[in-house]
């Protein structure tokens, strides 16, 4: 798997930088998360006034072969029906992007469809769909390190544009389910708090869904020689293409000094992976919306995080990420715009 070479941001400056949020015309604290988001970018950006520039939103496509066995209560066309709608500008992932002032990017990874018709969907298919991991691994370590080196050029291309702070997004149906195999064997939560609804399974089909999750994990374990499986080979196992193609993406991000907006289940579950792969990701990253999949508040705990916004999304696509990106915005719009006691003449109370 490539290699990335990625830096914790330099705490030296950390000192100047609480010093000037904390003297901004405001009660200490008082402006909440607003205050740590505005540190953590600070930090990123080695800057006391950092910028949000070109924000960029990457979105994923992909077929499950794990799908075959029922674990979604939506059938498999809509993965493609979705990705021909996106490119037309009619999904909500669009409407957050024009609202926002995103730059989308569309990458066929794996959809069983042929797309090539379509303006506006970079064609990066690897194959359609990945294999049914109930009976076998779901890509091969090549075509897992395909996937990454794509993600990592996405980023790559949208940094060269500009791009500061890059969000990211999937279409998959069924991508629920390695995301629950993904927070169980890396977190040793019990599966069964992993698992939840998707796209809104009754109780009925998350029981059969978990059946099957269970199946899969039990069959992955015994062929193991012992011991816990490295986090690359639960990745290409039970992943699918625009997953790892999303760790990929995190991981250049974070190599090149860039926020990161993780949205919702999913992509808490590819930070995740990310964070196994190479820790030193964890500071770029903003968890953006806490969804309302069983598992996702366990797997934020997991990764020492709380989401900025509570909406109750599970639509998918990034758009959790995009819906938070006005709050980040403010946060470093604070630390530019906002006066001081000294200059704005009040006294400083406290």
């Known amino acids: 798997m490539k290699t990335f070479r990625i830096s914790a941001p330099d705490?030296?400056?950390r000192p100047a930088l609480q010093d000037k949020i904390d003297n901004l015309n405001k009660p200490k604290g008082s402006m909440g998360r607003l205050e740590e988001l505005a540190l953590q970018i600070g930090l990123i950006q080695q800057s006391l006034d950092p910028v949000l520039r070109h924000p960029c939103h990457?979105?994923?496509g992909a077929d499950h072969g794990i799908e075959r066995e029922g674990v979604s209560v939506s059938p498999r066309e809509i993965t493609w029906q979705q990705m021909i709608n996106f490119s037309r500008g009619g999904g909500g992932v669009n409407m957050f992007c024009r609202q926002h002032g995103f730059e989308l990017f569309l990458i066929d990874m794996g959809v069983d469809y042929d797309l090539s018709p379509h303006a506006g969907?970079?064609?990066?298919?690897?194959?359609r769909g990945t294999r049914n991991f109930l009976h076998e691994p779901a890509m091969t370590s090549e075509e897992a390190d395909r996937c990454i080196d794509i993600g990592a050029q996405l980023v790559s291309d949208c940094h060269a544009k500009g791009c500061n702070i890059i969000s990211i997004g999937e279409m998959g149906i069924g991508n629920t389910s390695p995301s629950s195999v993904w927070m169980h064997l890396l977190t040793d939560i019990p599966l069964e708090q992993c698992v939840g609804a998707g796209a809104g399974l009754n109780t009925e089909g998350i029981r059969?869904?978990?059946d099957i999750l269970r199946q899969a994990v039990a069959h992955f374990q015994a062929t193991l020689a012992g011991g816990r499986p490295k986090p690359e080979v639960v990745m290409r196992h039970f992943g699918g293409f625009e997953m790892v193609a999303a760790v990929g993406a995190m991981l250049r991000a974070a190599?090149?000094?860039?926020?990161?907006?993780v949205d919702g289940f999913i992509m808490t579950a590819c930070m995740l992976m990310a964070t196994r792969l190479c820790p030193a990701v964890r500071p770029y990253a903003v968890y953006c919306h806490e969804g309302d999949e069983a598992g996702h508040r366990l797997l934020l705990h997991a990764l020492h995080a709380r989401g900025l916004l509570q909406l109750g999304l599970r639509l998918g696509e990034g758009t959790g990420a995009l819906c938070a990106y006005p709050v980040v915005d403010s946060a470093v719009r604070m630390?530019?715009?906002?006066?001081?006691?000294?200059?704005?003449?009040?006294?400083?109370?406290?």
């Not at 969907?121 to 194959?127: G, V």
């Not at 630390?335 to 001081?340: I, R, T």
């Open 208 to 210: 059969h869904k978990l």
């Open 255 to 261: 190599e090149l000094g860039m926020v990161i907006l």
């Open 121 to 127: 969907i970079l064609n990066r298919k690897i194959a």
């Open 11 to 13: 705490e030296a400056m």
């Open 335 to 350: 630390l530019g715009e906002m006066n001081n006691f000294e200059n704005a003449h009040i006294t400083k109370y406290f």
């Open 58 to 60: 990457l979105l994923f």
